[in-house]
Each structure stands twice: as C-alpha cells, then as structure tokens.
C-alpha cells in the first residue's frame, strides 16, 4: 500500500465515493485542497483529509472508502472473516 496527495478539485472518482455509498458529498469549500489516498496494487482504497490546528496536532476527517474495498481487502489479507475490519483499522492508522 502506498498512500499519495490528491487535489480535491480534480478527483472525481474519490468525491464520488460517497455518492456510491449513498451519502452526501461534502461541500469542496469545507474540503482542504488536497487530501491523501490509499493505493493498493493500483487501486485507490480509501482516502481523507488532513486538518492542522494551532495545537501540535493534526486530526483526519472525511475518510471515505472506495465501493471496490471489500474486493481489495479480501484479495490484500486473505479470507480472513475480520478482513474488511482490518483493512478500514489499518486505513484509518495511515492516513
């Protein structure tokens, strides 16, 4: 897995991960202009964003997965009954 900078204005394939879900997209005012994504073998995974503080700190939010996660993951780790939780933990960690 790698994880790689994208611009939000121009990943449509990403900002339309949660209409594939079946949720709302997030206005692109309140999304950084760049977030980070999870490629494995060539495929994008998961991404989110990452938001600094004045604190020494940084936080993610709006991490969303690909609808081909469960595909990804099944093939990355196996048959493993816990797969999918593994994979969104271990997402979650790197980005």
Same mark, same amino acid.
């Not at 998961?46 to 940084?58: D, R």
């Not at 081909?68 to 048959?79: A, E, I, Q």
């Given at each position: 897995m790698?994880?790689?900078k994208f611009?939000?204005?121009s990943d449509n394939e990403i900002?339309?991960?949660w209409k594939d879900w079946g949720l709302k997209i997030p206005d692109q005012e309140c999304l950084p202009k760049k977030g980070y994504v999870i490629i494995n073998k060539n495929i994008k995974v998961a991404a989110g964003y990452l938001y600094y503080t004045n604190a020494k700190i940084a936080y993610v939010d709006f991490v969303i997965l690909s609808s081909s996660t469960r595909?990804?993951?099944r093939s990355y780790?196996?048959?493993n /009954?816990?797969? &999918?939780y593994i994979?969104? /933990?271990r997402? &979650?960690?790197?980005?």
């Amino acid at each position: 897995m790698i994880i790689k900078k994208f611009k939000t204005n121009s990943d449509n394939e990403i900002i339309n991960w949660w209409k594939d879900w079946g949720l709302k997209i997030p206005d692109q005012e309140c999304l950084p202009k760049k977030g980070y994504v999870i490629i494995n073998k060539n495929i994008k995974v998961a991404a989110g964003y990452l938001y600094y503080t004045n604190a020494k700190i940084a936080y993610v939010d709006f991490v969303i997965l690909s609808s081909s996660t469960r595909r990804v993951t099944r093939s990355y780790f196996g048959n493993n /009954r816990n797969a &999918s939780y593994i994979a969104k /933990r271990r997402c &979650s960690i790197l980005v």
